[in-house]
Nanobody, 121 residues
Framework: QLQLVESGGGLVQPGGSLRLSCAAS????????IHWFRQAPGKEREGVSC????????NYADSVKGRFTIDRDNAKNTVYLQMNSLKPEDTAVYYC??????????????WGQGTQVTVSS
């Protein structure tokens, strides 16, 4: 089955860290740019970060810049999102998605099922 699977979410206190993983099953990730999105209850989905196929280009939403880091290990067919200095407003379901490029409007070929991140004391 061709799919993306996120993991690594959980409950963390403000100021804490989590590392999310996005693993591909049934296909290789190195043909795709990988995007992380998040969606909080009652809010629209927000783009968080993207990494290019080779990992040489990354971008971040202003809300997470300087706190989150995206990277990839194509040998492990996995993309990671390291989240530091977490804030309550980071609470959301986090999704990864794959398409050929970070930029543009092409459709996403694959989506994950999401992983819950809750930042609360």
């Amino acid at each position: 089955q061709l799919q993306l699977v996120e993991s690594g979410g959980g409950l963390v206190q403000p100021g804490g860290s989590l590392r999310l993983s996005c693993a591909a099953s049934g296909f290789t990730l190195d043909s795709y740019a990988i995007h992380w999105f998040r969606q909080a209850p009652g809010k629209e989905r927000e783009g968080v970060s993207c990494i290019s196929r080779g990992g040489g280009t990354t971008n971040y939403a202003d809300s997470v810049k300087g706190r989150f880091t995206i990277d990839r290990d194509n040998a492990k067919n996995t993309v990671y999102l390291q989240m530091n200095s977490l804030k309550p407003e980071d609470t959301a379901v986090y999704y990864c998605a794959a398409r050929p490029l970070c930029r543009g409007t092409s459709k996403y070929d694959y989506w994950g099922q999401g992983t819950q991140v809750t930042v609360s004391s």
